[in-house]
């Protein structure tokens, strides 16, 4: 296993501390007046997504951990089991409720997706960063009613909702940042 410092630490590195996973989603160096310099990081549990502070000597060495994201394409739902299909094998593999969580919620069957494990082991789908769905409910933009930056809730063809602007209307196609579940522009 390769290792990495304290010092060495990035945004977006993977390491293996006390018996977990963590991705490092902020870090700080600090040089005291007084005494060492130290890291201070925000680690985010890769597996259960709890975050945690812990503070690092820089020359402190951790492990890094090797996570493998597969391109697989989502087939269907089946009570509380979602399959996916690796495209190059045609393997497939079902994934539980508790590893999928909300991250299928902009994405339509037969549509490509990352698969992301640690040793063998699925903790999360990536979905595509901005999808194209169709708006399935939505009410009528009242005319006249065109105040800057007002929005309203609407539901896409997978089922989620999300607000848009006013002039989004039932039928039309939407680009959706899936990241955030934000609107993004007309499609």
Do not use: W
């Not at 290792?3 to 630490?9: L, W």
């Not at 945004?11 to 040089?31: D, S, W």
């Not at 985010?44 to 709890?50: D, F, L, P, S, Y």
């Amino acid at each position: 296993m390769a290792t990495i410092s304290a010092g060495d630490f990035r945004n977006g590195v993977t390491i293996e501390f006390e018996g977990n996973i963590y991705q490092i989603i902020e870090f700080q160096h600090v040089k005291p007046g007084k005494g060492a310099a130290f890291v201070r990081t925000k680690l985010k549990n890769i597996v259960n997504g709890g975050v945690v502070e812990k503070t690092f000597r820089p020359t402190e060495k951790c492990e890094t951990a090797h996570i493998d994201r597969k391109n697989m394409q989502y087939l269907y739902e089946d009570g509380d089991l979602y399959y996916f299909m690796d495209n190059e094998t045609y393997d497939q593999i079902a994934l539980g409720k508790e590893v999928i969580g909300d991250s299928l919620k902009f994405v339509k069957e037969n549509e490509s997706v990352k698969v992301v494990s640690h040793a063998g082991n699925v903790f999360a789908i990536e979905p595509e960063l901005n999808v194209v769905l169709e708006v399935t409910e939505c009410e009528p933009g009242i005319k006249g009613n065109t105040a800057t930056g007002a929005t309203k809730p609407c539901t896409v063809e997978t089922g989620a909702t999300l607000n848009v602007p006013l002039f989004v209307n039932q039928g039309d196609k939407i680009m959706i940042d899936t990241r955030t579940g934000e609107y993004l522009s007309r499609a």
